[in-house]
């Protein structure tokens, strides 16, 4: 009896420690989420608001950008990602400041005597709006040549060279003027084919843009190109409308040297309005093949070669592009 008794007695011992000792509860929740913060100081309720701002930097939507930017600054702590919305809002300024600028490419011709090669000088034209002088301080670019050449069988061939330009480590750009700056000069030599044609694309390396005692971020998104087309002496020099070469596409017969002279005449800048055009045309298949070497130089596409088919599909989803595109909201199903 009496070991049963101190048996029940321990049990009993053993059963009281463990009511005493405290249960381990549920880990508690940071104090960020606790009183709605993010570890960032950043209210959950406004990270939507930063991460559709990230996607608009992203996507290059400066307007939304802006909005949301001046959004989150009425409505964050002050002392909450100061840095990092100082950051955004100066690549915002770059990017408006570039895009004043303007900066593109132009080819223009060097005045040379009788019998002398073609030649053209290469020039980065840029316009200061502003009446004060900006200074452009940037690590060398680099500028991009590709030479495309076609013969009246219709044959492209390609090449393409990239070079660094020296000489941008401080450009001063005149308050309330244009300045240019050269790049260098090149002969577009046609050869023994119908036309060449050049294209000049300049690709930034990081820079700045200096206005008074603010640094901004040159946009080096900003790609100025410029195409020039060299013609074989062979041909006419007239610049032929995109409507003439549709009104050819769509007559009894093509021939490939009459189509390619129509098409390497048409000016770089009416290309799209050219590419539109056959896209909306009622064409056939075996048409839309014969067609093939005039849409490799327009589309600047020569991955799709002679391939009827391959061209008729590319042709459709460019015209439902574009008719999409200028669908009205409001039309009825």
Known sequence: MTRSLLCVLVAAALSACRAATPQAGPARPPAH??????????????????????????ER??????????????????????????????LL??????????????????????????????????????????????APPRLVRTSTWIDARGELARNQQMSTL?????????????????LGEFEPAAGRALAVRERFELLWSAGLLRRGERMLPLDRGSRPDCDYVGL????????VEPLELLRYAE???VRVAALVERAVRIPPARYDEALDL???????VERIGELAPALRWLSRDP??????????????????????ATSSALDLP
């Open 232 to 239: 074989s002496g062979l041909l006419p020099t007239a610049p």
């Open 251 to 253: 007559g009894e017969r």
């Open 93 to 138: 300024e770059g990017r408006a400041l570039t895009r004043e600028l303007a900066p593109r490419l132009e080819c223009r011709r060097i005045e040379a005597g009788p019998g002398t090669p073609e030649r053209r000088a290469l020039l980065l034209v840029m316009d200061n709006p502003h009446a004060e002088a900006l200074a452009l301080e940037c």
């Open 278 to 284: 056959l896209a909306a045309a009622p064409l056939s």
């Open 166 to 182: 020296d000489g941008f480590e401080r450009l001063t750009l005149a308050g309330a003027a244009t300045s240019e700056i050269a």
């Open 61 to 90: 939507d400066d307007e939304l950008a802006l909005r949301l930017l001046d959004r989150l600054r009425a409505q964050l702590p002050p002392e909450v990602l100061v840095d990092r919305l100082e950051s955004w809002s100066r």
């Open 33 to 58: 989420e606790v009183y709605g913060y993010d570890p960032n100081g950043v209210p959950w309720a406004l990270r939507p608001v930063l991460d559709e701002l990230s996607t608009a930097m992203s």
């Open 303 to 324: 991955l799709l070669g002679d391939d009827a088919q391959g061209w008729q599909d590319w042709l459709r989803e460019r015209h439902n592009r574009a008719s999409a």
